[in-house]
């Protein structure tokens, strides 16, 4: 479960920020995003681990997709990380409307293992949740407000559900469904390569929601913090790092944050490959839980 959660959270992490930053190097290149066939390349960034547009732990505050201000894109993404003792797979999609509205929707597989059979669930079991999310620009523009210091800025809700209802709470949880609330900020340098996103988020997810939602030590929203940096090695490659904070709700399973460090390529502007090392720290009975995460996305 724990796994379950940092696994997406880097993989996705890897991806959203490689995308974001082949963006940058491309527009930088290319000159602004005028163009009246769509955002120049990966400007609509990759796939995070809950759907929406940004890094692979965390959402940014730019739209999905290739669409301008009258047009619409979207994005398809599969995304798996291994580690020692489970796996995750990944698969979202979203759209885009006019550079303002983006609807996502993910559905997260965290597969047990070995594991499963220690904590009496049998071996290979696996948690499967459904994120639904809607992100909205309040203003700003990542790529085209160089010449300010105001970052674009978004809000967004991400709706998770849980398909083990009476197993979340056996562990502690209150419920099998809960809301994610999240404010971003995202700026991109043109001049400098580089790429620096904030989020906020008001949560009660344990382990992302895979150890459903509240728990015997608490049960009320709270605000984590997450960040992003990536750097542009060259038009097409970028390189970059995550954290992600995480609550502790549940007595039963102490929750770590999440680190990643990755690298992207965009070999055209529709597909983005990244690779990951992810550290997730403790997943419920197993320590030391680093492993690969590997992600593709499709878009337009």
């Known amino acids: 479960m724990h796994t379950f959660r940092t696994n997406r959270t880097a993989l996705c992490a890897a991806l959203l920020l490689a995308g974001f930053f082949s963006a940058g190097s491309t527009l930088a290149a290319d000159t602004p995003a005028t163009n009246t066939g769509g955002k120049l390349l990966l400007t609509g960034g990759v796939s995070e681990i809950g759907g929406a547009a940004g890094g692979g732990l965390t959402p940014w505050a730019v739209i999905g997709g290739y669409g301008t201000n009258d047009q619409i894109g979207a994005n398809a993404f599969y995304t798996r990380v291994q580690l020692p003792d489970y796996h995750m797979d990944v698969a979202g999609a979203l759209i885009g409307f006019y550079n303002r509205v983006e ?13 499963g059979g220690l904590l009496g669930l049998g071996n290979g079991f696996t948690f499967r949740q459904n994120v639904y999310g809607i992100k909205v620009r309040l203003f700003g523009d990542a790529v085209l407000d160089q010449d300010s210091w105001i970052p674009q800025v978004s809000v967004g809700i991400q709706h998770k559900q849980n398909n083990q209802e009476a197993i979340v709470k056996f562990v502690g949880a209150k419920s099998a ?46 605000a984590e913090f997450e960040g992003s940096l990536a750097y542009l090695l060259s038009r097409k490659i970028a390189i970059g790092a995550e954290y992600r904070q995480k609550p502790n709700n549940l007595g039963i399973a102490r929750e770590d944050n999440w680190y990643d460090a990755f690298i992207a390529w965009a070999p055209t502007k529709h597909v983005s490959f990244t690779l990951a090392y992810a550290n997730l720290g403790n997943i419920v009975i197993k320590n030391h839980q680093r492993g690969v995460y590997a992600s593709v996305q499709v878009g337009f």
């Not at 043109?190 to 008001?202: C, D, I, K, M």
């Open 103 to 115: 609807f996502s929707v993910a559905q997260q597989r965290f597969n047990t293992e070995k594991v």
């Open 177 to 222: 469904t809960g809301n994610d609330y999240y404010i971003s900020a995202t700026k991109l340098y043109l001049a400098q390569s580089l790429l620096a996103n904030v989020t906020v988020r008001f949560t009660k997810a344990n382990q992302i929601g895979i150890l459903g939602f509240g728990g015997d030590k608490h049960n009320a929203y709270q």
